[in-house]
C-alpha cells in the first residue's frame, strides 16, 4: 500500500502472535486515607461495663443530679449562707460534675448501644479520654480536698 510516496506494509496481528514481554504502563492518581485510633482498652470488659455504664448509670445519674440540685438549692438559701455550708454546696457541685461530664459519652457509648463502633476521628478519641477520664478525676479529687477542708474547718 503506498500513501503520499510512502510505502506502508501492513500484516495482521493475531493474539497467538504477542509474546509474554510485553509490558503494560499505567499511571494513576490516589488518595490514601489513613484512619488514626486511641486505644482506650482501660476500659471493663464489655460484659461488665454494659450493664454498669448503659443502665445503672442512667438511673444513678438522675438520683444524683436530683440530690445535688437539692442541696445547691437548700444551701444557697441567704440564710444558710456559711463557711461550711459553702464547702458542703462545693462539694454537691463537683459531685454532680463528676458524673455529669461522661455522661453523654457512657450514653452514646454503652445506653445506645455503639460500644463496638471505633471513635473516629481521632479527636474524638482525645475528646473521650477528657471527658471520660480527666475531667471527671479532677472533680473527685477537687471533692476530695474539700472534704479534707470541711474536715479542717470543723
Known amino acids: 500500500m ?3 510516496g510512502l510505502k506502508i506494509l501492513t500484516t495482521d496481528i493475531y493474539p497467538s502472535d504477542i509474546g509474554y514481554n510485553a509490558s503494560l504502563n499505567i499511571t494513576y492518581n490516589e488518595t490514601i486515607v489513613t484512619i488514626e485510633y486511641l486505644n482506650i482498652t482501660k476500659e471493663l470488659p464489655i460484659k461488665y461495663a454494659q450493664p454498669m455504664y448503659g ?3 442512667p438511673f444513678l445519674l438522675l438520683i444524683t443530679i436530683v440530690a445535688n440540685t437539692l442541696i445547691v438549692v437548700v444551701l444557697s438559701k441567704r440564710h444558710m449562707r456559711t463557711p461550711t ?6 462539694m454537691a457541685l463537683t459531685d454532680m460534675f463528676t458524673l455529669l461530664f461522661p455522661a453523654p459519652w457512657l450514653f ?3 445506653t445506645f ?3 463496638y463502633k471505633p471513635l473516629s476521628p481521632v479527636g474524638a478519641c482525645y475528646a473521650w479520654n477528657y471527658m471520660n477520664e480527666v475531667i471527671p478525676a479532677l472533680f473527685h479529687t477537687a471533692s476530695i480536698w474539700l472534704t479534707l477542708a470541711l474536715a479542717v474547718q470543723r
Open 55 to 57: 443502665y445503672i448509670m
Open 2 to 4: 503506498e500513501v503520499d
Open 113 to 115: 448501644g455503639n460500644h
Open 108 to 110: 452514646y457509648m454503652y
Open 85 to 90: 455550708n459553702a464547702v458542703l454546696m462545693a
